[in-house]
C-alpha cells in the first residue's frame, strides 16, 4: 500500500514538473523565443498569454518589448573648427525583431555594448564634420540684448546652417541603417550636454571677459567725454552768469557813484563851507586808502594833502 501512494505522488510530482517545464507565460510587455538547445525554434511569440513548449529541451527567452534607455558616457569630440569638446549624449531604443535580435546580440546586455559602437561612433563622426556651433544651436534666432550692447560687441551670432537638432536626426537615420539587421530601431537619439575641456573653457572664459572689459571701457570712456561735456556747460554757464552780474553791478556802481557826483556837484555849487567840507572828506578818503600805520611819505608844503595835516598842528 505504502509502494503505491509513493509511486503516485512521484507520478503528480514528476507531472507538475513536466507541467511547469511545458508552459510559460507572455506579458503584454514581453516577447518570447523558444530555442531548442540553444537554436531558436519556430518564429517569435509577442501575443501575451499562456503557451506551451517541450519541456526540458525547450526554453523560453523574454525580451522586452517596450522602450528602453541608452545612456552614452561623455566623450572627448574634436569639431570641425578644433575646438575639444565633451559630448554626452542618451537614445531611447525598441526590439522590432525579437528572433533577428536574438541571433544577432543574444540579450540586452550585447545590445547596449553594440549600441555604444554604433551610436557614440556616428555622434563623433558628424560632431567632428560642424563647427561647434552647429552642435550648441539649433536656429539662427536673434540674440535678446539692448541696441547698445549689440553695437559694442560689433557682431552677432554665427549663422548655422546645419544646427544641433538636424545632427540628431543625421545621427539617428545613420545608426538606424547601421543597426538594420539588428532587429531593434533607435527611436530617439539627443545631445544631453556640451561642455568644453578645461584647456578650451580657460580660453573661452578669458575672450569673455577680455570682451565685457572692452565694453567696460567703451562705457567709461563715453561716460567720462559725457562728463566733460557737462563740465565744459557748466563752466560756460557760470562764466556768462557771473560776466552778467559783474556787469550788472557795474552799472548799479556806475550810476550810484553818478549820483553821488551829482550830490556832490549840488552840495559844492550851494557854499564854501559845503565845498571845504567836500574837500576834507574826499582827503580824509584817500588818506585812509592810501596810508596805513608802516606807511612813510614826504609831502610838499604846497600839497593839498599836507594844508590839512598842518592845520592839525
Not at 25 to 54: D, L, R, S, Y
Not at 121 to 149: H, K, L, M
Not at 235 to 251: H, P
Request: proline share 3%.
Amino acid at each position: 500500500m505504502k509502494t503505491k501512494i509513493i509511486i503516485i505522488l512521484a507520478i503528480v510530482l514528476l507531472a507538475i514538473i513536466v507541467l511547469r517545464q511545458s508552459i510559460y507565460i507572455v506579458n503584454e510587455t514581453e516577447q518570447v523565443i523558444v530555442t531548442q538547445f540553444g537554436k531558436p525554434v519556430g518564429e517569435a511569440i509577442t501575443k501575451p498569454g499562456m503557451k506551451f513548449k517541450v519541456p526540458f529541451t525547450q526554453k523560453a527567452n523574454y525580451f522586452e518589448k517596450r522602450f528602453m534607455e541608452w545612456d552614452g558616457d561623455p566623450n572627448q569630440i574634436p569639431t570641425k573648427d578644433k575646438k575639444f569638446i565633451y559630448v554626452d549624449t542618451y537614445a531611447r531604443w525598441q526590439i522590432t525583431d525579437p528572433l533577428q535580435f536574438f541571433k544577432r546580440l543574444t540579450n540586452e546586455r550585447g545590445a547596449q555594448s553594440r549600441l555604444d559602437d554604433i551610436l557614440d561612433g556616428q555622434t563623433r563622426d558628424f560632431i567632428a564634420n560642424n563647427n561647434i556651433e552647429e552642435a550648441v544651436r539649433t536656429s539662427n534666432r536673434i540674440p535678446i540684448t539692448t541696441d547698445s550692447i549689440s553695437e559694442m560687441l560689433g557682431d552677432s551670432l554665427m549663422v548655422i546652417s546645419v544646427g544641433r537638432e538636424k545632427i540628431q536626426n543625421m545621427i539617428i537615420e545613420a545608426a538606424n541603417k547601421q543597426a538594420a539587421d539588428l532587429g531593434i530601431v533607435i527611436l530617439d537619439f539627443r545631445i544631453k550636454r556640451i561642455n568644453y575641456t578645461q584647456e578650451v573653457g580657460e580660453q573661452v572664459y578669458e575672450r569673455m571677459k577680455s570682451e565685457r572689459f572692452r565694453i567696460a571701457d567703451k562705457f567709461r570712456s563715453e561716460g567720462q567725454g559725457e562728463a566733460s561735456k557737462i563740465n565744459g556747460e557748466k563752466e560756460r554757464e557760470l562764466k556768462t552768469i557771473q560776466s552778467e552780474a559783474f556787469r550788472t553791478a557795474e552799472e548799479i556802481k556806475g550810476k550810484a557813484d553818478a549820483q553821488a557826483a551829482a550830490i556832490y556837484a549840488n552840495a559844492y555849487d550851494k557854499s564854501p563851507q559845503a565845498r571845504s567840507l567836500y574837500s576834507f572828506v574826499k582827503t580824509m578818503e584817500t588818506f585812509e586808502k592810501t596810508f596805513d600805520g608802516q606807511t612813510s611819505v614826504i609831502l610838499s608844503t604846497d600839497s593839498e594833502l599836507y594844508k590839512y595835516l598842518k592845520s592839525m598842528n
